[in-house]
């Protein structure tokens, strides 16, 4: 079975910008895999910030974007703020089997 | 207002059975995959099944194969999650969305003796 890897842990400092990856044991993600990214806070339900590689919707803030990046998805926060601590998780869809999320990345901005 | 409502989960014993459910409101249920996801106290998301629009194609995670179901029924706007020989490692907080956009607030189910 596929396995999806995310850095465990990053941290940003305010303002700064930071990529979190996501790939796939099986090889290169594509769009294909219409890679998802959710943000959880604790105590929280995920909430959806991006999906199928770099959609956003209207409550994902503009700092954030999807894309591919080095055989992986990457989500990208560019100008961060202390509100955007929390957990991310990606998920890759695989046809035929199902989907999976990665172990997260637990973003610190300090 | 875009709404998931989950219910059933609860305190079972080892090798019970539970139903989850999930109430859909606010946007238009037929147009989407729904699925089912879990999160086991302090680890991270883990998906458990999803369901494709009409019903005709479902997949599972190997975890829970054989022994969870997932359905829907249109109808009536919802999702379930049938639960046969629960295990304490099944002991989560169960999550029903569409992924696109909405997720419930979760319903826990612990299975202990």
């Known amino acids: 079975q596929a396995v999806v890897t995310q850095e465990p842990s990053l941290t940003v400092s305010p303002g700064g910008t930071v990529t979190l990856t996501c790939g796939s044991s099986t090889g290169v993600v594509t769009s294909g895999h219409y890679p998802y990214w959710f943000q959880q806070k604790p105590g929280q339900a995920p909430r959806t910030l991006i999906y199928h590689t770099s959609n956003k919707h209207s409550w994902t803030p503009a700092r954030f974007s999807g894309s591919l990046l080095g055989g992986k998805a990457a989500l990208t926060l560019s100008g961060a703020q202390p509100e955007d601590e929390a957990e991310y998780y990606c998920m890759l869809s695989y046809s035929g089997v199902g989907e999976l999320f990665g172990g997260g990345t637990r973003l610190t901005v300090l | 207002e875009v709404q998931l409502v989950e219910s059933g989960g609860g305190l079972v014993q080892p090798g019970g059975s539970l139903r989850l459910s999930c109430a859909a409101s606010?946007?238009?249920?037929?147009?989407?995959?729904m699925a089912w996801v879990r999160q086991a106290p302090g680890k991270g998301l883990e998906w458990v099944a999803n369901?494709?629009?009409?019903?005709?194609?479902?997949y599972s995670a190997d975890s829970v194969k054989g022994r969870f179901t997932i359905s829907r029924d249109n109808a009536k706007n919802s999702l379930y999650l049938q639960m046969n020989s629960l295990r304490a490692e099944d002991t989560a907080v169960y999550y029903c969305?569409?992924?696109?956009?909405?997720w419930g607030q979760g319903t826990l189910v612990t299975v202990s003796p």
């Open positions: 969305t569409n992924k696109d956009d909405s």
């Open positions: 369901i494709k629009q009409d019903g005709s194609q479902t």
């Open positions: 606010g946007f238009k249920f037929t147009s989407y995959w």
